[in-house]
């Protein structure tokens, strides 16, 4: 079992930057698939980014493509997605996921960190 903490989240003003971490702890954390998932006020959660086991291949909802990366830096046991060029749309909580398995495309993920809030607000 691996257990997830986000931080980072915020207040940023549209069109600014912010940097989410996620920190795993628990088993080893190269041998999980990471992603990243949202839900906004009044909607489902839905899928952000992921990143393969090794950080070489990632794969992102087509909304976020130019604007966010996710990498992961397996030494550290942690995962991050950099968000720029943030719109008033991008607000929501944010939740860091991890799974078994090699697939980054599949969406069901078998651990969860508890989000952490971003608000995209002049």
């Known amino acids: 079992q691996v257990q997830l903490v986000e931080s980072g989240g915020g207040l940023v003003q549209p069109g600014g930057s912010l940097r989410l971490s996620c920190a795993a702890s628990g088993r080893t954390f190269s041998s999980y698939v990471m992603g990243w998932f949202r839900q906004a006020p009044g909607k489902e959660r839905e899928f952000v980014a992921a990143i393969s086991r090794n950080g070489v291949n990632t794969n992102y909802v087509d909304f976020v493509k130019g604007r966010f990366t996710i990498s992961r830096d397996n030494a550290k046991n942690t995962v991050y997605l950099q968000m720029n060029s943030l719109k008033p749309e991008d607000t929501a909580v944010y939740y860091c996921?991890?799974?078994?398995?090699?697939?980054?495309?599949?969406?069901?993920?078998?651990?969860w960190g508890q989000g952490t809030q971003v608000t995209v607000s002049s």
């Open positions: 996921a991890a799974k078994n398995g090699i697939s980054i495309v599949t969406p069901r993920y078998d651990y």
